[in-house]
């Protein structure tokens, strides 16, 4: 069992940044050895998407990343921690959704791929 919660989502202006944190916790302790952790959005009347998703292998962790993400974000993980956060630059309007946290055993980019969420947090971009 994987309990998932996220924060820092908000209201920002068209060009700004945000950081989103997702905390993990895991029966085991053990977040970054056992799944793969990512990032998805939903905006209202759309279906859930990728957004990019982070693995550790060995001593290093391995991102990959939706063409939405267009070079602006950032996926990093905290093995000690056992955090997830997504770094966003330049946001605009189109990436008002509200973005979930997802850990799975297997690495995709379907929702269907992940087994745990978090509740989601918001985040709002409007002038």
């Known amino acids: 069992q994987v309990q998932l919660v996220e924060s820092g989502g908000g209201l920002v202006q068209p060009g700004d940044s945000l950081r989103l944190s997702c905390a993990a916790s895991?029966?085991?302790?053990?977040?970054?050895?056992?799944?793969?952790m990512g990032w998805f959005r939903q905006a209202p009347g759309k279906e859930r998407e990728f957004v990019a998703r982070i693995r550790r292998v060995g001593d290093q962790f391995l991102t990959y990343y939706a063409d939405l993400a267009g070079g602006r974000f950032t996926i990093s993980g905290d093995h000690a921690q056992n955090t997830v956060s997504l770094e966003m630059n330049s946001l605009q309007p189109e990436d008002t959704a509200v973005y979930y946290c997802?850990?799975?055993?297997?690495?995709?980019?379907?929702?269907?791929?992940?087994?745990?969420w978090g509740q989601g947090t918001q985040v709002t971009v409007s002038s």
């Open positions: 895991a029966a085991s302790g053990r977040i970054f050895h056992q799944y793969v």
């Open positions: 997802a850990a799975g055993l297997a690495s995709g980019s379907s929702w269907r791929t992940y087994e745990y």
